[in-house]
């Protein structure tokens, strides 16, 4: 999809930066064979092929396609790593998703890159919401 593609090309447009840099002092054949090959600055960052249209809503947000690969499809970066990228680059929409902890000590931290999604059903009426919780939350029911 296109944000590995884009993220690769981010990757290869910076190395070549730094190949440039290290070598000033070499020859002028060498510096314009380098120029010659180099990478195109990076395009916008698209977000919007990861975004299931269908199942996103007001109530429950942005939902991304349920068949998407960490490192084929997507790359997670922290918070002030995308700002900065949309600083230099453009681009979105933001996909913004939470950090969990989990494990008997709560030390064992995971991105939420699904958050758990229920239905809920009110009766008599049948009328339904969606909404999404952490997986921390625990649901009981009150009589």
Request: proline share 4%.
């Amino acid at each position: 999809m296109a944000v590995d593609r884009w993220w690769n090309k981010w990757n290869d447009y910076v190395d070549i930066n730094k190949t440039v840099s290290t070598n000033e002092g070499s020859s002028s054949e060498h510096q314009d064979s380098v120029s010659a090959s180099t990478p195109k600055r990076p395009s916008s960052i698209d977000n919007s092929v990861l975004i299931n249209e269908a199942a996103s809503n007001s109530t429950i947000g942005i939902e991304l396609h349920d068949t998407l690969q960490e490192h084929t499809d997507y790359i997670l970066v922290p918070e002030e790593t995308w700002n900065q990228f949309c600083a230099w680059y453009g681009g979105g929409p933001k996909l913004a998703r939470k950090v969990i902890s989990s494990g008997e000590a709560q030390t064992d931290l995971s991105v939420e890159v699904y958050p758990l999604r229920l239905r809920l059903h009110l009766m008599p009426k049948d009328d339904q919401c969606a909404i999404r919780i952490s997986k921390k939350v625990c649901v009981s029911r009150e009589y």
